[in-house]
Structure formats: structure tokens, C-alpha cells
T-cell receptor, first 115, second 109 residues
Framework: NAGVTQTPKFRILKIGQSMTLQCTQD?????MYWYRQDPGMGLKLIYY???????DKGEVPNGYNVSRSTTEDFPLRLELAAPSQTSVYFC??????????????FGQGTRLTVV | GEDVEQSLFLSVREGDSSVINCTYT??????LYWYKQEPGAGLQLLTY?????DMKQDQRLTVLLNKKDKHLSLRIADTQTGDSAIYFC?????????FGAGTRLAVHP
């Protein structure tokens, strides 16, 4: 199993550009998450999904969109990039809800810089 | 609201014990977790503790839980340079994990 795969690893965007961060998992996990990591701020949840066709907002969803058309894929879309979106983005997945003692598996991260 | 707090930095000498502390707010969490992030990588589950337990030991790792004070700690015995990483405490939220800011552990000779 490859686990959770994110692409790209690095990206520089200009203000106002758009892009999609790709995330795919091959573990047949129901739950998928997008977090952003800012220095000294920990991980903030952007969006999550409990299964194909179901998505919900996390703590910091503004400026982002997601879709979950398949179990495997959970892309994150930035429509109008802003400098405040400069961050490291992590996709994660888990078989069950964290409340059921399930391990979350993380991708390697995407380092995004908006200039 | 849900919140997890940790100190940001810890420096220890190789061979000493490291203790990383965390406070959380959601007393209904069934499990509490410690994740480790090595440079340039994603987070990996290190260990967890069931909320009905006070202590869990796993080789060099000891997790202590004080439910009354909502305090969680991770002790690493005989700390090695390979333990240098960021350690995240996490509690359960609704359908998600809530992470602290992470404690950067630096191990020096």
C-alpha cells in the first residue's frame, strides 16, 4: 500500500491564481481530512469527509473547497490564492472516526507559497 | 470549546529523559493521542491512551493522564538523537482530531 499520497510536494502561486492539491489513499478509508500547518499554530482542520459524497467544514474553511466523488480521492481547491494561504497542507485518512481509537495516516505534505 | 495546548520547545541532552506536557479541554474524549512529525514528513501515530487509564507504557515511552486536571504527558526515556522531532498531542473532536501546536524536541550531545 502506498498509504496517503499528496501532490504536488511544493508549489509557488501568484496572488489570485487557483490550484488543486491532490490527495489519494489506497487503504479504503472512509474518513479523509485536510489540515494546514502554520508555525507555532499546530494543525488546523480545513475540511473533512466521512465518506464518498459527504464533506463538511472544519475550523478554517474560508478560501477553500473540496469534493469527494470517490472513496480514494479528496482534492482541495484554492480558487483565489492569497498570501494568508501560504502554509504546509496535510491530507490524512482514517478507517473510522477518531473517537473509535483509529489511527490517522498522513501524507507527506504540500508546501504552498503565495506571492 | 475544544483546545489543546503544549509548550513549543524542549531541549534535552542525549541519554536524559524528555517530558512533553499537554493540556486539553474536552473531557469527553475517549482516547488521547501522541503523534510524531519528523522533518519534512507527515505526522505518524506514536502512542495513545484510553481515557480510563492513568498510565500506559510502551518501551521507552510512558504516557500519563490526569483526567481531573485534563493533563497529558509523554515521557521518553533515554532520549536519542533520532527522537528529535515535533510531538503533537491530540484529542477527539466530532469526526476529527484536534491537535496542539506541537512541541519541538531538540536532542543535543
Amino acid at each position: 500500500n502506498a498509504g496517503v499520497t499528496q501532490t504536488p510536494k511544493f508549489r509557488i502561486l501568484k496572488i489570485g491564481q487557483s490550484m488543486t492539491l491532490q490527495c489519494t489513499q489506497d487503504m479504503n478509508h472512509n474518513y479523509m481530512y485536510w489540515y494546514r500547518q502554520d508555525p507555532g499554530m499546530g494543525l488546523k482542520l480545513i475540511y473533512y469527509s466521512v465518506g464518498a459524497g459527504i464533506t463538511d467544514k472544519g475550523e478554517v474553511p474560508n478560501g477553500y473547497n473540496v469534493s469527494r466523488s470517490t472513496t480514494e480521492d479528496f482534492p482541495l481547491r484554492l480558487e483565489l490564492a492569497a498570501p494568508s494561504q501560504t502554509s504546509v497542507y496535510f491530507c490524512a485518512s482514517s478507517y473510522q472516526s477518531p473517537g473509535e481509537n483509529t489511527e490517522a495516516f498522513f501524507g507527506q505534505g504540500t508546501r504552498l507559497t503565495v506571492v | 470549546g475544544e483546545d489543546v495546548e503544549q509548550s513549543l520547545f524542549l531541549s534535552v541532552r542525549e541519554g536524559d529523559s524528555s517530558v512533553i506536557n499537554c493540556t486539553y479541554t474536552d473531557s469527553s474524549s475517549t482516547y488521547l493521542y501522541w503523534y510524531k512529525q519528523e522533518p519534512g514528513a507527515g505526522l505518524q501515530l506514536l502512542t495513545y491512551i484510553f481515557s480510563n487509564m492513568d498510565m500506559k507504557q510502551d518501551q521507552r515511552l510512558t504516557v500519563l493522564l490526569n483526567k481531573k486536571d485534563k493533563h497529558l504527558s509523554l515521557r521518553i526515556a533515554d532520549t536519542q538523537t533520532g527522537d528529535s522531532a515535533i510531538y503533537f498531542c491530540a484529542e477527539e473532536g466530532y469526526n476529527k482530531l484536534i491537535f496542539g501546536a506541537g512541541t519541538r524536541l531538540a536532542v543535543h550531545p
